[in-house]
């Protein structure tokens, strides 16, 4: 869906959840079906090229299956559970806490090489 200007300039931007959330949750409530990429993309009113660069990530990450043209939720929910739960703790200290500042982690790094990453046997 489109939104203005004034919301894409302001920090204000709708959130929902990401594709590749909209995939698991999808997949995850008709898990006992495969799905074809098209007909994930038109449940989710997704583009299917988004949808499918989802399904190829969430294939590496081993929570989805694939065979031929279908797809299916992992059989290994722990794993779903697992890597939801990281993500949702990420976001809920980023909330907390405004996130990572790249530049103030870059300041806060040592000079040197950790030992463990050195070399010269130092």
């Keep these: 869906m489109p939104v203005s200007i004034e ?3 302001s920090d204000d931007l709708p959130r929902g959840p990401s594709v590749p959330e909209q995939v698991v949750s999808f997949l995850l409530a008709n898990d006992d079906q ?3 990429r098209s007909e994930i993309a038109t449940a989710l ?3 299917a090229n988004t949808v499918g660069t989802a399904l190829s990530r969430l ?3 081993e929570l989805v299956r694939h065979k031929g043209a279908y797809w ?3 059989a290994d929910r722990d794993r779903v ?3 939801y739960d990281l993500h949702a703790a990420g976001e ?3 909330d907390e806490d405004g996130g990572i500042d790249a530049d103030d982690w870059n300041a806060a790094a040592p000079d040197e090489r950790h030992p463990s990453e050195r070399d ?3």
């Design 72 to 74: 299916a939720i992992t």
């Design 120 to 122: 010269d046997g130092a």
């Design 92 to 94: 809920r200290l980023d």
């Design 45 to 47: 009113g997704e583009d």
């Design 7 to 9: 919301d894409f300039e």
């Design 81 to 83: 559970a697992a890597a």
């Design 34 to 36: 495969a799905f074809t």
């Design 59 to 61: 294939k590496d990450r």
